[in-house]
């Protein structure tokens, strides 16, 4: 058994939910530690309240468990937060601070902080992003990620903290629900397709995103944090790239299970922060550095989450 002990802060999430599984399969239920603002109807291993703006109640957690690695899952996205960026700031960024400060003091080893797609901006080459290119974000979600990409590398050049970070694309999975982003509409399209056979997008059918299934995100997530130090050579946050596509696209996938789906379009607000974005990913250095790859395509994809929604829903 490994003597590494874990936390996950934010574990009722979207991420949380399904990286708190995979954890406890490689280090025993013991040694994962789940923790959210309120307590979860199923808990499977420890579990504790935690706000992450309170750092006495991080740390006094952190001591309890003697944690040497904390996941800082945490965060206001991208949607949610433009309705409050004043708080989507401080919750995303004083969080990041407690937990860097924990390992700059020594109390923790290791530190892994999701950044995502919403660092880059309407500058920024939208086909094939590379990892260094123009990042000038125009959402407070991605202002926020931007700044934690260069604190998290300021902590590993100033004090050699190891804190690992992956931007993530749109994320897709059929055990939880989403948590309030731009990307939701490619989990709530399979729901709605299964429930009522037809789904109104609020993106444009031609608004095409990096998206990545779930089982490649925690994939990704646990490889890069399982990495040798020494092959980890980006401290701001890694490029990864699962697969591309709009919202036409994906209802076309779902056709090939559900062949009278329907679908129409109505963009709201989050059409503008979609069209920010980049159309696809350049992820070079991850597979370069520790050796990422993705497992599923589109396709694969919808086949994975039909078959398990269905499974669900009986």
Known sequence: ?????????????????????????????????????????????????????????VYSIIKKYSITQVYLLAALLS???????????????????????????????????????AVFGPTTPSV?????????????????????????????????????????????????????????????????????????SFLSEQTTLPMMYMPDALKATINLMEAPAEKVKIRSSYNVAGMSFNPLEIAESIKKHIPNFEIDFNPDFRQAIADSWPKSINDAEARQHWGWSPDYDLQSMTDDMILNLRKRMQ
């Open 128 to 200: 094939l992003t590379p990892q260094y290119t123009i990042m000038e974000p125009n959402t407070i979600y991605g202002i926020s990620k931007q700044a934690g990409e260069r604190f998290c590398e300021y902590y590993f050049q100033k004090y050699n903290v190891d804190v690992r970070s992956i931007r993530y694309p749109g994320l897709i999975g059929y055990k939880s629900a989403p948590g309030g982003g731009t990307t939701d509409y490619a989990v709530h399209i399979y729901h709605e397709a299964l429930k009522n056979g037809k789904y109104t």
């Open 79 to 117: 949607a949610t937060a433009e309705k409050n960026p004043k708080f989507a700031w401080d919750l995303n960024m004083q969080g990041l601070f407690n937990i860097l400060d924990a390992a700059k003091e020594g109390l923790i080893k290791k530190v892994y902080w999701p950044s995502s797609i």
């Open 1 to 57: 058994m490994s003597k590494d002990s874990i936390l996950i802060i934010g574990s009722n999430g979207q991420i949380g939910t399904e990286l708190a599984e995979s954890l406890r399969l490689i280090y025993g239920d013991d040694h994962v530690v789940c923790s959210d603002l309120k307590q979860p109807e199923t808990i499977k291993g420890p579990f504790e309240i935690i706000d992450i703006l309170d750092k006495d109640g």
